[in-house]
């Protein structure tokens, strides 16, 4: 059977069992288009894996550092390099120093508003596997919606058409919304998993940076 744009526009009388190849064939631009939109969600799935990873987040060699400077009471020094660390846990420590003038509890609670404000920029990144997910399912849904009306339109002309006519003319639109589920099976399957470690590890960072808060209150004495 040719592949056309819409699946299932050429019903004919095909008899012999279609292998998965010509299948696919018969979603026409569909199909390479959900397969396109899954192999970008794979790529978007391994760069939120990789930005969610601790060495990415919080940076043993940033604990160190901040950790010494905050022993030593340099709360200006570790407000500097947190700043210029551009991570998570920069981003947390920066937020709780600007505060230490208010005591620990000013201290914690804005910590906790930069943990609320980060855990909203980098969720809507992983959110974007759960929205191609939504779009996968769309385009296999158009596509299969085409692909009925496609085949009623050739089975109208038909004169005497058969079942298997029909069979095959709606199994090849079904095969639209099948590979639509496949793919959105993953994207959904990866946001989920990208969801849980984020979750994980916001909590993770955040305890590092209440830590280094009270080390901050604590060292206050040494260093005047």
Request: aromatic letters at 6%; a neutral charge; hydrophobic letters at 50%.
């Amino acid at each position: 059977m040719p592949c056309t744009f819409f699946p299932a526009l050429a019903v004919a009388a095909l008899r012999e069992p279609q292998s998965m190849t010509s299948l696919f064939q018969s979603t026409g631009i569909v199909g390479p288009l959900m397969l396109l939109a899954g192999a970008i969600t794979f790529v978007v799935a391994v760069r939120r894996w990789l930005e969610l990873r601790p060495s990415r987040l919080a940076p043993e060699s940033l604990q160190r550092s901040l950790e010494l400077k905050l022993h030593d009471g340099q709360h200006g020094a570790a407000l500097q390099a947190a700043l210029e660390s551009k991570t998570l846990l920069g981003e947390l420590v920066a937020a709780g120093l600007r505060l230490r003038a208010g005591g620990l509890d000013e201290m914690l609670a804005n910590i906790e508003r930069a943990t609320g404000k980060e855990s909203l920029r980098h969720g809507n990144r992983v959110a974007n596997l759960s929205r191609w997910g939504g779009a996968v399912l769309l385009i296999g849904l158009w596509g299969t919606t085409a692909g009925l009306i496609s085949t009623m339109a050739v089975l109208s002309r038909l004169k005497d058409p058969t079942t298997s006519d029909f069979v095959t003319g709606i199994g090849e639109s079904l095969v639209c919304v099948a590979v639509a589920l496949l793919v959105a099976l993953f994207c959904f399957g990866a946001f989920f998993l990208m969801d849980s470690k984020l979750t994980r590890q916001l909590l993770a960072v955040r305890e590092i940076a209440e830590e280094m808060a009270r080390e901050a209150v604590e060292s206050a004495p040494r260093a005047g």
